[in-house]
């Protein structure tokens, strides 16, 4: 079964073709990354504005190098939530005109559907009948998330973030550290230069399997403003204060991840989402874990298309087809 991912709920415009759920054949993004910069963080405006400039070539490309056409596509994957509203709308009114102009069935998937199934696309021993279940720790700019993985589409709901996801806690704190955006690969980079050990707190909010990162970026911005009214700020304090604030978000994502793969006798971990390109928050996973973790290659972490695709095929297994009437959703969780 061929399915064309669309995917574009926050500021990449993607585009992919996948086979039977685990054969990549294109897998398209066009960043947003240089417009949004100059900002400071992702305008949803202007976001959604850069993909109805792209969103037609993109496409094009991935069927282009998947080397099929529309005609040969069985079914549309695209992603319906959870997300910016304005890039969402351009994504899915893209979908239903090539569904109906083409008569291609639907199918509607949740963001965080495609981050788990990414490990799909990477893991070809996970196939049809994996030993589920799993445990899925997702974390990016917009989600922090925890679930338990029983099949697919069958998903429980164990921990969220009650404030800040991870991912926009390090674009905080990139821009207070003066490292620019996006946060997370400018901070992990400052952070393998660090020189001085410096303790920031961990939020363990005992007894759950929810995380918060508010009160981190409050400890950091006051480490910060110390070292400032102290004049002791330089290259060398920005690059300890990186590594101190990525230790902290990765101790606290580990160890609750670890922990509760024993009360669910999980059979693995699937880690996803743009904070599971820190290869720091991947070693440490691994290394305390003592399950397999499955760890998508970097370009499946961040959004992309093909990881829609894939989820859409198993979705497709089970459920059917979206009807053209579907809306987007903002906010709505996976699992309960």
């Not at 417009?35 to 037609?56: D, N």
């Not at 973030?161 to 980079?189: C, H, N, Q, S, Y």
């Not at 590594?243 to 580990?254: C, D, I, K, M």
Request: net charge negative; hydrophobic share 40%.
């Amino acid at each position: 079964m061929k399915i064309l991912g669309i995917e574009t709920s926050c500021d990449e415009t993607s585009a992919a073709v996948v086979v039977d759920g685990i054969e990549l054949k294109s897998n398209i993004l066009m960043s947003q990354e240089s417009v949004h910069s100059q900002f400071g963080g992702i305008v949803p405006e202007v976001a959604a504005r850069e993909h109805t400039k792209v969103i037609f070539n993109t496409v094009q490309n991935a069927l282009d190098r998947a080397e099929t056409t529309l005609q040969e596509i069985n079914a549309i994957a695209v992603t319906s939530g959870p997300g910016l509203a304005g890039s969402l709308l351009v994504g899915v009114n893209f979908a239903k005109g090539l569904s109906v102009s083409a008569n291609i069935p639907l199918i509607e998937v949740h963001h965080i559907d495609g981050h788990i199934h990414a490990a799909w696309l990477n893991y070809p021993q996970l196939g049809s009948t994996p030993e589920f279940p799993f445990v899925c720790m997702i974390a990016s700019g917009g989600h922090t998330e925890l679930i338990l993985m029983k099949d697919h589409g069958v998903y429980k709901k164990l921990g969220q973030t009650l404030d800040d996801a991870a991912g926009e806690a390090f674009d905080k704190i990139g821009r207070l550290l003066g490292l620019g955006f996006p946060g997370g690969p400018k901070v992990e980079a400052a952070a393998q230069k660090a020189k001085e050990e410096i303790i920031l707190p961990r939020a363990w909010l005992k007894g759950t399997s929810n995380f918060s990162f508010s009160g981190l970026k409050t400890a950091t911005l006051q480490t910060i403003q110390k070292f400032e009214k102290e004049e002791q700020m330089s290259s060398d304090k920005i690059a300890s204060i990186a590594r101190a604030f990525q230790n902290s978000v990765v101790e606290v994502l580990v160890k609750k991840t670890v922990d509760v793969c024993d009360n669910y006798n999980a059979n693995g971990i699937i880690i996803g989402g743009g904070v599971a390109a820190n290869k720091f928050l991947r070693d440490e996973m691994i290394a305390k874990s003592n399950i397999p973790v499955f760890c998508p290659e970097l370009k499946l972490c961040t959004d992309n298309a093909a990881m829609i695709a894939s989820a859409g095929y198993f979705k497709s297994k089970n459920h059917p087809f979206s009807p053209i009437n579907f809306d987007i959703f903002l906010t709505k969780g996976l699992g309960k």
